[in-house]
């Protein structure tokens, strides 16, 4: 007899951030993948809480992930399921770090990326003996399901692919190697391709951390994907987050281009040495914020526009180095201005250190994780108080997306990159941002993307 698997996708209803925008909604993947590797003596069904609220359904087993600032949303659904005895499992970035928290209001937790061991999870459900914590290993991507987009709401603008996971540059503020390792994994190119081709939406996001990768193994395996593209006649217009490695080789970008990409978000962070020092951007120190322009430069010739991703709030900051950073931000060749409030996640050394030093402001967890959305201060920076930081930010915002402010931007892009579709991206991405900053608040991820197996928190 079919058994009945509910996972669901929950969004803090507090803070809802880029999902203001239908066009920033992406698909749940993880979930996604999660639903594929579930053999067919299961019934699944998705509640996807990015289009409609949680209603009670009925179900034998319920799967549920999070972010941190959902994770309370979260918990709160997993508590109407075990009141009727259904038992609940939970993945994703924020349990797998928050274990035992984690366990307080579910019944087992995945942690780590869940395909090396869900058919176990989904073997002891049925066996009525499920463990408290199943721990998944950093596996091969080779032979990966895609996901079950049938599954996936349609009113999603953009489909999500994923090509690697893991990053060896370990920056201080970011968990993803926490989740899925520093080394750099990557799915053979000829499998995505494949997936790549049954996807109906016109529009992809790669949600891999740097799509290039590391090293001249990873350069060719990108180059591969993208030639492969082009010969298969995919014919999809897409974006993705790199590294500023992403600049160095122009047949890269010719191929990236060709192969439909139109605009690529880059971690730059800050524009000043000290702050890259201290939250170790050391691909970015490395080159120096000189190697910013050029970077820009060469993605703009290949006709691709730039999301510049910047970080307010580090320990050298003041409200002057703020300002100053806005400036860059408007005056620079980034074409798409993005920045969230230095936010300390759990999971990372950022907020091992800052809990040590007693600095964050709110230590009510897990009821204050719904705080933890890049949105707003949450720590006490060194070089300023918080509401310094939290007038910086609204002051700063009021210019920087002041429509001719975005106008201008949008006749540089057109100018650099002369794509008029690159151009429609980065001016969407800068109206998406100004809703945000008019709601004043941010959002966990720049391309929120909720999941059982990757993730950039």
Known sequence: MKKKLLLINPVNPARIGLTVNKSSRFPPIGLGIVSALTPPDWEVELIDENWEAFIFRPADLVGITAFTASANRAYAIAAKYRKQGVPVVMGGIHASVRT???L????AVVVGEAESIWPQVLADARGNCLKKVYRGTWGRLKGLPP?????FHPGYVFASVQTSRGCPMDCEFCSVTAFNGRRY???PPEEVLDEIQNIPQKLLFFVDDNIIGYGRESRDQALELFRGMVERKVNKLWFCQASLNFADDEE???WARRAGCQMVFLGLEAEGVDALAEINKSLNLKRGVHAYELAFHRIHRAGIAVLGAFI?????DTPEKLHRRARYMVASGVDVMQRTFLTPLPGTRLFKHLSDESRLLYTNFPADWNRYDMGQAVHRPAGMTPEELTEAMKVSGEWMYAWPTLLRKAFRTFR?????MA???AWQSNINYRNVTQMGAGNESSAPDFHFTPARE
């Open 185 to 187: 994994r990557r799915r």
């Open 100 to 102: 035992e928290e984690a």
């Open 104 to 107: 307080e209001f579910v019944d």
């Open 416 to 420: 650099r990159t002369l794509n008029p």
């Open 147 to 151: 996901p079950r987009r049938d599954l």
């Open 423 to 425: 151009t429609m991206f």
């Open 312 to 316: 307010f709030g580090m320990d050298s």
């Open 252 to 254: 890269v970008l010719r």
